[in-house]
């Protein structure tokens, strides 16, 4: 786990600072060094600067440094992640003749690269993302791992007769930090997009201009700056394809992941909540492992919150080496600012990870297991139950006279309204005459249901409704989901949905910038493309049913455990973030959240935040703490960062 970031441009004293200054930004993303690797110019002066910081996992020695450069090739390569198979690989490159200085996986991944080109990114098991520079074609080639665990972000120049042509680098905060962008603006659509979703949905990002790369694209650019191609590295397999999974196979599957995800030369845990996923992974991370695992799990004093006696019973039944770290309101207030200041982009999640993270780098680990992609593999959430039974209804009411439809809207609105608040109510029920307006459209109905906001406060908050995107979502990605989804069952497609959506635009983002923060690695068994393509062929009835138990990962993960522990209401790893705002942040909150400039400088309408900000303080029913907090965040990240609107 690493930062990197690179340049093409001119080979010039002004580039290497800047790279200097990309790199200075991620120092927590790699503490263990830093190194720059310049390509000699072409004619025109232009060539590529690569830089990389390190966080050493596999191989601590210097022969694993990057920049790497390949000695046959000389193609040079900044790569952040792991590549989890990396020994499969090199065994076959070593009995092809092939030689190696480094027992890394850097190394075996820039040697496939040279050996089998762009087909080496679908062999790769793992979470990766990379820039390779290919001196003889004078072409820079970016990449993401399929699932978009680890982040890339770029950024090209507009002005043919400037001194740089692309930038990249593994965060947004580092492609500010470079100076090269010479008046930063926020993109419109972004603002929309976290007053929708509460944080912002690719490929676009906050800053108008830098956009990532996605999850699985192979994107070539010319030195000039000039994209070439771009391609997708691997798809998420038809419905139908290869023959039906058994729970024989998911177990080797899910033990092999689990085995592969332990491979480190520095200590390591996992993160242990006490619910189904996290004590699935510590359960079966124990069970491939020939000495006690070390299990973390953050306590809290608000009883109905803390799941420190669960886990620390589920932990003695698995013999892992447990540790807990208590986190008090007074702790919270003390390290919020280090926690808010984590985040790469505005989102209204993320801070649960910091504190997590924190605690067990205190606790002097480096690598760090989590349970997350559990939910989304295999039915986990209440849309798995909501969105079906919406759908029936749905069609059910698609049948019935446009005129007699939008009657029925306005009456359940009539009702919704009748509602003493501020603000009408943006609860999952009042949101219905949206739903019922917009018909049998499941990517639709899925964005609904999620959204923060009805599309009506939504044209409240922001300065420029015409910015709201529709459902939500930018048109690339909405295409993209749309065409995933087809020809799947109602099951099949909302775990696509969950799994590129709320999983791979929020939760990977905001898990690796609130992790890499505090200089440790994150890994995700559960968030694995192998994985993924063997429970895609498991019988919906079997994967699904009953909807929100995870029945297979139950009967495999929690073997040997009492199973009444789990017998319980689900509430995710969350903070008491509802009364800990509401007891000690009202103050802090009440200046951005109050200033007319700020909000203006946004595009948000400075009555609606204020009414919308009342409403909360009141109380009002049905209000939740991530609604008023991810305006909060975005007024706050951008007022950190200094961006604001274009005309502004």
Not at 400 to 419: I, Y
């Amino acid at each position: 786990m690493c930062g990197i970031a690179g340049i093409l441009g001119r080979i010039d004293d002004g580039n290497n600072a800047a790279l200097r200054r990309m790199g200075a930004a991620m120092t927590h993303r790699g503490p263990d060094g830093e190194h720059v690797w310049i390509s000699p110019p072409d004619r025109d002066g232009i060539g590529c600067l690569l830089l990389h910081r390190r966080l050493a996992i596999l191989d601590l020695t210097d022969r694993a440094a990057q920049p790497m450069v390949d000695p046959a090739t000389s193609h040079a390569i900044v790569f952040n992640g792991e590549i989890y198979n990396y020994k499969i690989l090199r065994d076959e490159l070593l009995a092809a003749g092939e030689k190696f200085d480094s027992s890394g996986d850097t190394a075996v991944l820039l040697r496939a690269l040279a050996i089998w080109g762009p087909r080496a990114v679908r062999r790769l098991r793992g979470m990766f993302a990379f820039g390779l520079w290919d001196p003889e074609a004078l072409q820079l080639t970016l990449c993401r791992d399929p699932l978009g665990i680890k982040p890339l972000y770029l950024c090209a120049n507009p002005d043919p007769n400037a001194t740089w042509r692309l930038a990249f680098a593994s965060e947004v905060r580092a492609l500010l930090a470079s100076g090269l962008i010479a008046s930063p603006a926020l993109d419109s659509a972004a603002v929309a997009s976290v007053v929708w979703n509460g944080f912002v949905m690719g490929p676009g990002t906050i800053v108008q201009g830098i956009e990532q790369i996605g999850p699985g694209q192979i994107v070539v650019f010319e030195n000039n700056g000039h994209r070439t191609s771009i391609e997708d590295s691997w798809r998420i397999p038809p419905p139908g394809d290869g023959k039906p999974c058994d729970e024989t196979e998911l177990r080797e599957a899910l033990e092999l992941s689990v085995k592969e995800h332990l491979i480190s030369d520095v200590p390591l845990g996992v993160f242990l909540s006490g619910g189904v996923d996290s004590s699935a992974i510590a359960n079966l991370a124990q069970r491939v492992s020939a000495s006690p695992i070390n299990t973390f799990t953050l306590t809290f004093d608000e009883a109905e919150y803390d799941e420190g006696p669960i886990a620390k019973q589920i932990a003695a039944m698995i013999g892992t080496r447990h540790h807990e770290g208590r986190l008090t309101e007074e702790k919270f207030r003390a390290n919020l600012d280090a926690a808010l200041n984590s985040l790469d982009q505005p989102s209204f999640d993320g801070i649960n990870s910091y504190f997590i993270s924190r605690a067990v780098k205190e606790a002097g680990l480096t690598v760090a297991l989590s349970g997350a992609g559990g939910d989304e593999l295999f039915g986990g959430y209440e849309s798995f139950r909501q969105l079906p039974r919406l759908l029936r209804f749905m069609n059910a009411a698609s049948h019935a006279p446009g005129a007699l439809r939008e009657t029925a809207a306005q009456l359940v609105d009539l009702v919704a309204g009748r509602s003493r608040g501020l603000i009408r109510p943006q609860t999952r029920w009042a949101k219905l005459p949206d739903l019922i307006r917009r018909g049998p459209n499941l990517v639709g109905s899925y964005q609904m249901i999620y959204s923060l906001f009805r599309p009506d406060f939504q044209q409240e908050l922001l300065v420029d409704p015409a910015t709201i995107l529709p459902d939500g979502l930018p048109p690339d990605l909405r295409n993209r989901l749309i065409a995933e989804i087809a020809d799947r069952s109602p099951l099949a497609a909302i775990s696509i949905l969950e799994q590129r959506c709320f999983l791979g635009e929020r939760l990977l983002r905001d898990t690796d910038a609130a992790s890499m923060a505090v200089s440790i690695e994150t890994r995700l068994p559960l968030v694995d493309r192998v994985l993924l393509e063997t429970v895609t062929r498991i019988p919906d009835d079997q994967r699904f049913l009953p909807p929100r138990r995870k029945q297979m990962l139950r009967n495999i993960g929690l073997q040997g455990l009492d199973p009444k522990i789990f017998e319980r209401p689900k509430s995710g790893f969350v903070l008491p973030f509802d009364k800990w705002i509401r007891r000690g942040l009202t103050g802090t909150m009440a200046d951005t959240l109050l200033s007319p400039d700020l909000c203006r400088s946004v595009g948000l309408n400075p009555q609606t935040v204020a009414r919308l900000w009342q409403a909360f303080q009141s109380g009002q029913r049905g209000l939740y703490w991530s609604r008023i907090w991810a305006i909060y965040m975005l007024l706050r990240w951008c007022d950190r960062h200094g961006i604001k609107l274009a005309d502004q």
